[in-house]
């Protein structure tokens, strides 16, 4: 049985196939992180994430989570910037960065879709991202 909610993606307008999540690369910040099944699969893959803090979601190339052994749970609408909507299956998947790591939900990308880490994944290994530096930095721990 899947599930379906909605949320927001922005997207700007370049090639690529209808509904395709595109991002404009200039002044962004990227990091590459590890991404497995679960924290302990022995399968990974290293990806170049874009990083958005204001993304709720990440998004992973579907042929990549598939030989990961991810598998999709549910399908989510997505608003997209110019009003359209897509759909995308989604799964969870296990994301590290220099020996930490977290679990989160992720995207299955479809052709054209770029990787994308947001504020969820980034929190699930305790890192925010400086918006002056444009580095990814640790995050100090509360518990409030």
Do not use: C, W
Not at 37 to 43: F, K, L, P, Y
Not at 45 to 53: E, G, K, R
Not at 75 to 81: G, I, N
Not at 89 to 115: C, N, T
């Amino acid at each position: 049985m899947s599930q379906t909610s909605s949320t927001s993606v922005q997207r700007s307008a370049g090639n690529g196939s209808p509904g395709a999540i595109k991002l404009s690369a200039r002044g962004l910040t990227n990091q590459k992180l590890v991404v497995k099944e679960s924290r302990r699969a022995q399968r990974k893959a290293t990806v170049n994430f874009l990083i958005d803090s204001g993304a709720v979601y990440r998004l992973v190339p579907s042929p990549t989570l598939k030989k990961l052994g991810v598998r999709p749970h549910r399908q989510v609408d997505f608003s997209l910037a110019d009003g359209r909507t897509i759909r995308r299956r989604v799964g969870d998947a296990y994301f590290e960065l220099q020996g930490e790591g977290g679990a989160s939900p992720v995207i299955f990308g479809e052709e054209g879709d770029k990787p994308l880490l947001g504020a969820t994944t980034l929190e699930s290994i305790r890192l925010i991202l400086d918006p002056f530096k444009r580095r990814l930095i640790p995050m100090r721990m509360l518990l409030v």
